[in-house]
C-alpha cells in the first residue's frame, strides 16, 4: 500500500471539512466539520506511525482524540449558551461583530 | 605774544555764549542779554590785546632784524619794513594715509584789524539790542543767534584754510538767515530770509568750486594737495602753476564774493534783508558779514593778482573783479535815490560802498580796500543805528522816510548830528574817514592804469552824497508827518504790541532816544572821525600794520594825489549842494521831471523796479524753471506712473485671481479631496471586510495559509 | 497486497460519501450520521495498517461519546430537523473555491514529498507497546492531557449551568 493513498485521502477529509466549516449555518454542523478535519489528521497520524515503525504516531492519535472529545464537549457547551441568549444558533446571526 | 598765540579763543568765547545763552538765557535776569555782553566784551578785550602785541612784534621786527634784510633781497616785500611771518598755530583735524587737514589760526595783521572791527561792532550792537529789542518775544533767541553770528565771523577772520573760511562763511550766512527772519510770522520777513540764502548760495556754487581749486593749485606746486592759505598764496605767486586754473579759481571765488558782498548782479538780497531787526542789518549787512567775501579777497590775493592778471593793465585792464566793482557801485548809488525807507537807502548805500571795495581790490589797491572797509564798517554802522534810533523814538518804528519822518532834528538831536556826521564820513568829506579810504582807492586806480574806474569813483561819490543828502533832509528836515497811527510796514513790521507795553517811556511824540541807543552812535562818530587818520599819508601806519609783508603780491606803493582829493571833495560838495538845493525846494524847473518828461519817468520807472533784476530772477528764470518742470512733473505722475502701478496692481490681482481659481481651488484642493476621497473609498471598500460574519473571517483565513503554502511551495 | 488495496478503496469510497454527506445535506441529524459513517470508516483504515488500539479507542470514544454529544447538542439548541431553507450560507462558492485551492496544495505537496513510499505492515502493533510508550516517554503529554479533560470538564459545567 501507498502512504500516499492514505495520506491524500486524509488531505481530502481535510478539505471537506474546511468547506463544512466555511459553508455551514449551524454552529454544531461546524463543529462536525471540524470533528471530521480531527479525524482526517488522525489518519495521517496513524499512516505516518505505520509506515515508519513508531507507536508515536498511534500515541499521537490518541492524544488528538482525547483533545478532540474536550473540545466538542466545550463547544457544545458553548454553543447551548449562545442558544439560550440569542434563541438562534445560526452563526449568520452572529455578527455583533460588524461595525 | 600770548595774545596772538591764544587768539583762538576770540571765537570760541562767543561759541561758548552761544550754547550758554541756548540752554540758560531764559532763566537769566536779563535774559541772556548780559552773557552775550560778557562774551563779545571778552573777545574785544583778547582782539586789542592781539592788535597791541601784533604793532609790537612789527616794532621789534622793525628794528635790526636779519629776517628783514634776507626779505629785502628776496624781493618779496610790499611795505616798508622787514619780512614778518603771520604767527600760525594747527591742528590735525582729519588724517588719512598721506592727505591731512589741519585746523588752526593764522594771524597777521588783517586778521588782527579784522577781529578789532568785528568784536567792537558786535559789542556795541549786543549793548544798543539790550534796548532797542526789549520786550521782544524771541529776544533771547536772538541774542543766542548774534553771539553764534560773531563766532562764525571771527573764525573765519582766522582760519588758516580754506576750508575752514569755508565753514565760517556758511555758517554766517545761516546766522544771517536766522536774524533776517527773526520776525517770521509776518511772511515777507521769511522770504527774505529765503531769498537772502539762496541769492547767497548761488554764489557759493563758485564759492566751492574755487576752495576745491585752491587743493589742486597747493597740490601742483608742492606736490601733496592742502587748503593752507600760505601754501595756496605762495603757490599762486610762484608761477609754476598753470595760469588757467589760477584764473578760474580766482573768477569762481569771484562768483562767491559777488554773491556774500552784494555785488551786481546777485545784490539783490541786501535790500530785502532790511526785513530783519536793525541792530542786526548795522551789523551784519553793513560792518560784518557782507565784508566777508572783500576779506575773502584780501587774504587770497595773489590768487587774484595772478588769476586776473591785476598787476599788469594792458591785458587786466578790464579785470572782471574790477568791472564788477565799478558796476555795482553805480546801481548802488542810482537805486538809493529811488527808496523810500531809511534802511533801505542805507542798504543800496552798503552794496554801493562794496563795489567800491571790490573795485579796488580788482585795480590792486589792497591796501585802500582794506582800509575802506575798516572805516565804512564804522560810519555804516553809525548810519543803521542812527536809523533804528530814529524808527524806534521818532516815527513809531516806521522806516519810511515820505509818510512818517521829517524835521526829527530838533527833538532828537543826538541821533541827528551823529547821523549827519556819519553820512559827511561816507560821502568823503575831508577830514572824515571816508574820505581818506574812498581817495586812497581813486588814487590807486589812477596809477595802475584803471583810469576808467576813477571815473566811475567820482561819479559814484557824486551819487553818495546825493541820495544820503536827500536822505538827511526827507528825514530830519521840513515838518512832521508822523502824526497819524502806526504804520506797520510790511517789510519789516514786528511785534509791536509786546514791544508798546514794555516801553517804560510813554509815546507822546517823537522823542531822543535812550542813552543806551545814543551812547553806540557817539562811540562810532567819534571812530568815523578819527579812523581815517590811520592812514595819512605821512604815516601810512594803516598800511605798516595790517598789510602782509610775505606770501603777497608786489603791488607797489602810490603816493598820495592831492589834486585828485581836491577834485572829489569838490564833487562830493557839489553833490551835496545839488541835493540840498532840490529837496528844500529850490530848482524848481528840475521838480516832477518824471512827470513831464517822458524819459525821465521811462528812467524812474527802470529804478523803481531795481532794473527788473528781481522781475527777472523770480518770474523768469525761476517761474520758468518751475512752471513746466512742474507741470512737466505732474503729467509724468499722473499719467505714467499712475498708469504703471494701476497696471501692476490689476495684473497682480489677475494673477492673484487665477493662482485661486486654479492652482488653489482646482489643482491643491483637487488633489487633496483627491486624496482623501480615495482614502475614504478605500477605507469603505476595505471596511467590507469586516462583516462580523466568523465564518466568512475564517474564509479569508484559510485562504491566506493556502496561498502561503503554494508561495513556500513555489519558492523552495 | 492487492486484497488490502481494495479494501481500502471500498473504505475511502464509502468514507469520502460520508463527508460529502456531512457538509452538503439538508438534515442535521443525517449529518450526524454520516460523520459516524465516516469515522467509522477512520477506524477500520486504522485496523488495515495495523493499530488496532487507537482504532477500538475512536470507535468508543469517538463514535461512542461525540456523537451522542452531538445528538445532545442538535436536540438541546432545537436545530431545525426539516428545515425550508438550506443549510448553508452564501459563501458556498468561494468556500468551494478556497477548499478545492486547499486540497490542491496539500496533494501537490504529498505526492511530491511521498512520491511512491510504501508503507509494510509487518505486524499489527502490540497494545502494550503503545501504553508502554505512552507511560514512559509520552507520560508528561498523558498528565497534561489528563488535566486539559479536567478543564474542559469543569468548564463545560460551568458554561452550561443555569443560573
Given at each position: 500500500?501507498?502512504?500516499?493513498?492514505?495520506?491524500?485521502?486524509?488531505?481530502?477529509?481535510?478539505?471537506?471539512?474546511?468547506?463544512?466549516?466555511?459553508?455551514?449555518?449551524?454552529?454544531?454542523?461546524?463543529?462536525?466539520?471540524?470533528?471530521?478535519?480531527?479525524?482526517?489528521?488522525?489518519?495521517?497520524l496513524v499512516?505516518f506511525g505505520a509506515a515508519n515503525h513508531t507507536v508515536a504516531g498511534q500515541v499521537f492519535a490518541l492524544f488528538?482524540?482525547?483533545?478532540?472529545?474536550?473540545?466538542?464537549?466545550?463547544?457544545?457547551?458553548?454553543?447551548?449558551?449562545?442558544?439560550?441568549?440569542?434563541?438562534?444558533?445560526?452563526?449568520?446571526?452572529?455578527?455583533?461583530?460588524?461595525? | 605774544?600770548?595774545?596772538?598765540?591764544?587768539?583762538?579763543?576770540?571765537?570760541?568765547?562767543?561759541?561758548?555764549?552761544?550754547?550758554?545763552?541756548?540752554?540758560?538765557?531764559?532763566?537769566?535776569?536779563?535774559?541772556?542779554?548780559?552773557?552775550?555782553?560778557?562774551?563779545?566784551?571778552?573777545?574785544?578785550?583778547?582782539?586789542?590785546?592781539?592788535?597791541?602785541?601784533?604793532?609790537?612784534?612789527?616794532?621789534?621786527?622793525?628794528?635790526?632784524?636779519?629776517?628783514?634784510?634776507?626779505?629785502?633781497?628776496?624781493?618779496?616785500?610790499?611795505?616798508?619794513?622787514?619780512?614778518?611771518?603771520?604767527?600760525?598755530?594747527?591742528?590735525?583735524?582729519?588724517?588719512?594715509?598721506?592727505?591731512?587737514?589741519?585746523?588752526?589760526?593764522?594771524?597777521?595783521?588783517?586778521?588782527?584789524?579784522?577781529?578789532?572791527?568785528?568784536?567792537?561792532?558786535?559789542?556795541?550792537?549786543?549793548?544798543?539790542?539790550?534796548?532797542?529789542?526789549?520786550?521782544?518775544?524771541?529776544?533771547?533767541?536772538?541774542?543766542?543767534?548774534?553771539?553764534?553770528?560773531?563766532?562764525?565771523?571771527?573764525?573765519?577772520?582766522?582760519?588758516?584754510?580754506?576750508?575752514?573760511?569755508?565753514?565760517?562763511?556758511?555758517?554766517?550766512?545761516?546766522?544771517?538767515?536766522?536774524?533776517?527772519?527773526?520776525?517770521?510770522?509776518?511772511?515777507?520777513?521769511?522770504?527774505?530770509?529765503?531769498?537772502?540764502?539762496?541769492?547767497?548760495?548761488?554764489?557759493?556754487?563758485?564759492?566751492?568750486?574755487?576752495?576745491?581749486?585752491?587743493?589742486?593749485?597747493?597740490?601742483?606746486?608742492?606736490?601733496?594737495?592742502?587748503?593752507?592759505?600760505?601754501?595756496?598764496?605762495?603757490?599762486?605767486?610762484?608761477?609754476?602753476?598753470?595760469?588757467?586754473?589760477?584764473?578760474?579759481?580766482?573768477?569762481?571765488?569771484?562768483?562767491?564774493?559777488?554773491?556774500?558782498?552784494?555785488?551786481?548782479?546777485?545784490?539783490?538780497?541786501?535790500?530785502?534783508?532790511?526785513?530783519?531787526?536793525?541792530?542786526?542789518?548795522?551789523?551784519?549787512?553793513?560792518?560784518?558779514?557782507?565784508?566777508?567775501?572783500?576779506?575773502?579777497?584780501?587774504?587770497?590775493?595773489?590768487?587774484?593778482?595772478?588769476?586776473?592778471?591785476?598787476?599788469?593793465?594792458?591785458?587786466?585792464?578790464?579785470?572782471?573783479?574790477?568791472?564788477?566793482?565799478?558796476?555795482?557801485?553805480?546801481?548802488?548809488?542810482?537805486?538809493?535815490?529811488?527808496?523810500?525807507?531809511?534802511?533801505?537807502?542805507?542798504?543800496?548805500?552798503?552794496?554801493?560802498?562794496?563795489?567800491?571795495?571790490?573795485?579796488?581790490?580788482?585795480?590792486?589797491?589792497?591796501?585802500?580796500?582794506?582800509?575802506?572797509?575798516?572805516?565804512?564798517?564804522?560810519?555804516?554802522?553809525?548810519?543803521?543805528?542812527?536809523?533804528?534810533?530814529?524808527?524806534?523814538?521818532?516815527?513809531?518804528?516806521?522806516?519810511?522816510?515820505?509818510?512818517?519822518?521829517?524835521?526829527?532834528?530838533?527833538?532828537?538831536?543826538?541821533?541827528?548830528?551823529?547821523?549827519?556826521?556819519?553820512?559827511?564820513?561816507?560821502?568823503?568829506?575831508?577830514?572824515?574817514?571816508?574820505?581818506?579810504?574812498?581817495?586812497?582807492?581813486?588814487?590807486?586806480?589812477?596809477?595802475?592804469?584803471?583810469?576808467?574806474?576813477?571815473?566811475?569813483?567820482?561819479?559814484?561819490?557824486?551819487?553818495?552824497?546825493?541820495?544820503?543828502?536827500?536822505?538827511?533832509?526827507?528825514?530830519?528836515?521840513?515838518?512832521?508827518?508822523?502824526?497819524?497811527?502806526?504804520?506797520?510796514?510790511?517789510?519789516?513790521?514786528?511785534?509791536?504790541?509786546?514791544?508798546?507795553?514794555?516801553?517804560?517811556?510813554?509815546?507822546?511824540?517823537?522823542?531822543?532816544?535812550?542813552?543806551?541807543?545814543?551812547?553806540?552812535?557817539?562811540?562810532?562818530?567819534?571812530?568815523?572821525?578819527?579812523?581815517?587818520?590811520?592812514?595819512?599819508?605821512?604815516?601810512?601806519?594803516?598800511?605798516?600794520?595790517?598789510?602782509?609783508?610775505?606770501?603777497?603780491?608786489?603791488?607797489?606803493?602810490?603816493?598820495?594825489?592831492?589834486?585828485?582829493?581836491?577834485?572829489?571833495?569838490?564833487?562830493?560838495?557839489?553833490?551835496?549842494?545839488?541835493?540840498?538845493?532840490?529837496?528844500?525846494?529850490?530848482?524848481?524847473?528840475?521838480?516832477?521831471?518824471?512827470?513831464?518828461?517822458?524819459?525821465?519817468?521811462?528812467?524812474?520807472?527802470?529804478?523803481?523796479?531795481?532794473?527788473?533784476?528781481?522781475?527777472?530772477?523770480?518770474?523768469?528764470?525761476?517761474?520758468?524753471?518751475?512752471?513746466?518742470?512742474?507741470?512737466?512733473?505732474?503729467?509724468?505722475?499722473?499719467?505714467?506712473?499712475?498708469?504703471?502701478?494701476?497696471?501692476?496692481?490689476?495684473?497682480?490681482?489677475?494673477?492673484?485671481?487665477?493662482?485661486?481659481?486654479?492652482?488653489?481651488?482646482?489643482?491643491?484642493?483637487?488633489?487633496?479631496?483627491?486624496?482623501?476621497?480615495?482614502?475614504?473609498?478605500?477605507?469603505?471598500?476595505?471596511?467590507?471586510?469586516?462583516?462580523?460574519?466568523?465564518?466568512?473571517?475564517?474564509?479569508?483565513?484559510?485562504?491566506?495559509?493556502?496561498?502561503?503554502?503554494?508561495?513556500?511551495?513555489?519558492?523552495? | 497486497?492487492?486484497?488490502?488495496?481494495?479494501?481500502?478503496?471500498?473504505?475511502?469510497?464509502?468514507?469520502?460519501?460520508?463527508?460529502?454527506?456531512?457538509?452538503?445535506?439538508?438534515?442535521?441529524?443525517?449529518?450526524?450520521?454520516?460523520?459516524?459513517?465516516?469515522?467509522?470508516?477512520?477506524?477500520?483504515?486504522f485496523?488495515?495498517l495495523g493499530q488496532e488500539f487507537v482504532?477500538?479507542?475512536?470507535?468508543?470514544?469517538?463514535?461512542?461519546?461525540?456523537?451522542?454529544?452531538?445528538?445532545?447538542?442538535?436536540?438541546?439548541?432545537?436545530?431545525?430537523?426539516?428545515?425550508?431553507?438550506?443549510?448553508?450560507?452564501?459563501?458556498?462558492?468561494?468556500?468551494?473555491?478556497?477548499?478545492?485551492?486547499?486540497?490542491?496544495?496539500?496533494?501537490?505537496?504529498?505526492?511530491?514529498?511521498?512520491?511512491?513510499?510504501?508503507?509494510?505492515?509487518?505486524a499489527p502493533t502490540r497494545t502494550d507497546a503503545v501504553t508502554n510508550a505512552i507511560f514512559t516517554k509520552y507520560?508528561?503529554?498523558?498528565?497534561?492531557?489528563?488535566?486539559?479533560?479536567?478543564?474542559?470538564?469543569?468548564?463545560?459545567?460551568?458554561?452550561?449551568?443555569?443560573?
Amino acid at each position: 500500500m501507498l502512504l500516499n493513498q492514505f495520506l491524500l485521502l486524509g488531505a481530502f477529509l481535510f478539505s471537506t471539512g474546511v468547506y463544512g466549516v466555511l459553508v455551514r449555518k449551524h454552529t454544531v454542523l461546524v463543529l462536525m466539520s471540524i470533528e471530521l478535519m480531527l479525524a482526517a489528521v488522525n489518519i495521517n497520524l496513524v499512516a505516518f506511525g505505520a509506515a515508519n515503525h513508531t507507536v508515536a504516531g498511534q500515541v499521537f492519535a490518541l492524544f488528538v482524540l482525547t483533545i478532540a472529545a474536550a473540545e466538542v464537549g466545550i463547544g457544545l457547551a458553548i454553543v447551548l449558551l449562545i442558544y439560550r441568549n440569542l434563541r438562534t444558533a445560526d452563526l449568520d446571526d452572529l455578527e455583533l461583530l460588524k461595525d | 605774544m600770548w595774545f596772538l598765540d591764544n587768539a583762538w579763543l576770540v571765537p570760541l568765547i562767543p561759541a561758548l555764549s552761544f550754547a550758554v545763552i541756548l540752554l540758560f538765557g531764559k532763566r537769566l535776569p536779563r535774559k541772556g542779554s548780559e552773557v552775550g555782553i560778557a562774551a563779545v566784551g571778552a573777545s574785544f578785550v583778547l582782539s586789542v590785546g592781539a592788535a597791541i602785541q601784533w604793532i609790537n612784534h612789527l616794532r621789534n621786527a622793525d628794528g635790526t632784524s636779519a629776517l628783514g634784510a634776507l626779505g629785502r633781497a628776496v624781493g618779496r616785500l610790499s611795505a616798508e619794513g622787514p619780512a614778518v611771518e603771520p604767527i600760525t598755530r594747527a591742528t590735525t583735524w582729519f588724517e588719512s594715509g598721506t592727505f591731512k587737514l589741519s585746523a588752526g589760526i593764522q594771524i597777521d595783521g588783517l586778521a588782527v584789524m579784522m577781529m578789532f572791527v568785528v568784536t567792537l561792532i558786535s559789542l556795541l550792537v549786543h549793548i544798543y539790542s539790550s534796548e532797542y529789542m526789549r520786550g521782544d518775544v524771541r529776544y533771547t533767541h536772538y541774542y543766542a543767534a548774534l553771539s553764534l553770528f560773531t563766532a562764525s565771523m571771527l573764525l573765519l577772520v582766522v582760519a588758516d584754510n580754506t576750508l575752514l573760511m569755508l565753514i565760517g562763511w556758511e555758517l554766517v550766512g545761516l546766522c544771517s538767515f536766522m536774524l533776517i527772519g527773526h520776525w517770521w510770522e509776518e511772511k515777507p520777513n521769511s522770504d527774505a530770509a529765503l531769498k537772502a540764502f539762496l541769492t547767497t548760495r548761488t554764489g557759493d556754487i563758485g564759492l566751492l568750486t574755487g576752495v576745491v581749486m585752491t587743493f589742486f593749485i597747493v597740490q601742483r606746486y608742492t606736490g601733496h594737495g592742502s587748503f593752507n592759505i600760505v601754501a595756496l598764496n605762495d603757490a599762486a605767486s610762484s608761477g609754476k602753476v598753470s595760469h588757467t586754473l589760477i584764473m578760474w579759481c580766482a573768477l569762481a571765488l569771484l562768483l562767491g564774493i559777488m554773491g556774500k558782498s552784494g555785488q551786481f548782479p546777485l545784490h539783490t538780497w541786501l535790500p530785502d534783508a532790511m526785513a530783519g531787526p536793525t541792530p542786526v542789518s548795522a551789523l551784519i549787512h553793513a560792518a560784518t558779514m557782507v565784508v566777508a567775501g572783500v576779506y575773502l579777497g584780501a587774504r587770497l590775493y595773489p590768487v587774484f593778482w595772478n588769476g586776473l592778471s591785476i598787476g599788469t593793465p594792458g591785458h587786466g585792464a578790464w579785470n572782471a573783479m574790477a568791472i564788477i566793482g565799478g558796476i555795482t557801485v553805480l546801481v548802488g548809488a542810482t537805486l538809493a535815490f529811488v527808496q523810500d525807507d531809511i534802511k533801505k537807502v542805507l542798504a543800496y548805500s552798503t552794496i554801493s560802498q562794496l563795489g567800491y571795495m571790490t573795485m579796488a581790490l580788482g585795480v590792486g589797491a589792497w591796501t585802500a580796500a582794506v582800509f575802506h572797509l575798516f572805516t565804512h564798517a564804522f560810519f555804516k554802522a553809525d548810519l543803521f543805528l542812527g536809523a533804528g534810533s530814529v524808527s524806534h523814538s521818532g516815527s513809531h518804528h516806521s522806516f519810511d522816510m515820505k509818510k512818517d519822518m521829517g524835521g526829527l532834528r530838533k527833538v532828537m538831536p543826538q541821533t541827528f548830528w551823529t547821523f549827519v556826521i556819519g553820512s559827511l564820513a561816507l560821502a568823503g568829506i575831508f577830514p572824515l574817514a571816508g574820505f581818506w579810504s574812498k581817495d586812497e582807492i581813486l588814487v590807486n586806480a589812477g596809477r595802475h592804469g584803471y583810469t576808467a574806474f576813477v571815473v566811475v569813483g567820482l561819479l559814484g561819490a557824486l551819487l553818495t552824497a546825493a541820495y544820503m543828502t536827500r536822505c538827511i533832509y526827507l528825514t530830519f528836515f521840513g515838518e512832521y508827518r508822523g502824526g497819524h497811527a502806526h504804520a506797520d510796514d510790511g517789510a519789516h513790521g514786528h511785534v509791536v504790541d509786546a514791544h508798546e507795553s514794555a516801553d517804560a517811556h510813554g509815546h507822546g511824540g517823537p522823542h531822543e532816544s535812550n542813552w543806551v541807543l545814543t551812547m553806540p552812535l557817539w562811540v562810532l562818530t567819534a571812530l568815523a572821525v578819527v579812523t581815517g587818520l590811520l592812514n595819512y599819508p605821512a604815516w601810512h601806519r594803516f598800511e605798516t600794520w595790517f598789510q602782509p609783508r610775505v606770501h603777497f603780491v608786489e603791488a607797489p606803493a602810490v603816493p598820495f594825489n592831492p589834486i585828485l582829493a581836491i577834485v572829489s571833495v569838490a564833487i562830493a560838495l557839489t553833490g551835496i549842494g545839488v541835493a540840498w538845493a532840490f529837496y528844500s525846494g529850490r530848482l524848481r524847473a528840475l521838480h516832477d521831471l518824471s512827470v513831464r518828461n517822458a524819459v525821465a519817468r521811462v528812467g524812474k520807472m527802470i529804478l523803481v523796479n531795481k532794473y527788473y533784476l528781481d522781475w527777472l530772477y523770480t518770474d523768469v528764470i525761476v517761474g520758468g524753471i518751475k512752471g513746466p518742470i512742474a507741470a512737466g512733473a505732474y503729467w509724468v505722475n499722473q499719467h505714467i506712473i499712475d498708469n504703471v502701478l494701476n497696471f501692476t496692481g490689476r495684473g497682480a490681482r489677475a494673477v492673484g485671481r487665477f493662482t485661486y481659481d486654479y492652482i488653489d481651488q482646482k489643482g491643491v484642493d483637487g488633489v487633496i479631496n483627491g486624496i482623501a476621497t480615495v482614502t475614504g473609498e478605500a477605507g469603505g471598500e476595505t471596511q467590507k471586510i469586516q462583516t462580523g460574519r466568523l465564518q466568512f473571517y475564517a474564509l479569508l483565513l484559510v485562504l491566506a495559509v493556502g496561498l502561503f503554502a503554494a508561495a513556500l511551495w513555489i519558492f523552495t | 497486497m492487492v486484497a488490502e488495496n481494495v479494501v481500502f478503496g471500498i473504505i475511502a469510497a464509502a468514507m469520502v460519501i460520508g463527508a460529502l454527506g456531512v457538509v452538503r445535506t439538508k438534515n442535521i441529524v443525517h449529518a450526524a450520521l454520516y460523520l459516524v459513517v465516516v469515522l467509522a470508516g477512520g477506524a477500520a483504515q486504522f485496523i488495515l495498517l495495523g493499530q488496532e488500539f487507537v482504532a477500538w479507542v475512536q470507535v468508543l470514544v469517538y463514535i461512542g461519546a461525540v456523537i451522542v454529544l452531538f445528538l445532545f447538542g442538535i436536540m438541546l439548541t432545537r436545530a431545525p430537523m426539516h428545515p425550508k431553507e438550506s443549510l448553508d450560507n452564501d459563501l458556498r462558492w468561494p468556500g468551494a473555491a478556497v477548499a478545492l485551492f486547499l486540497a490542491g496544495i496539500l496533494g501537490g505537496l504529498l505526492v511530491k514529498t511521498f512520491h511512491a513510499d510504501k508503507v509494510d505492515i509487518i505486524a499489527p502493533t502490540r497494545t502494550d507497546a503503545v501504553t508502554n510508550a505512552i507511560f514512559t516517554k509520552y507520560i508528561i503529554p498523558f498528565e497534561v492531557v489528563g488535566v486539559l479533560l479536567l478543564g474542559a470538564l469543569i468548564g463545560a459545567v460551568v458554561l452550561a449551568r443555569k443560573d
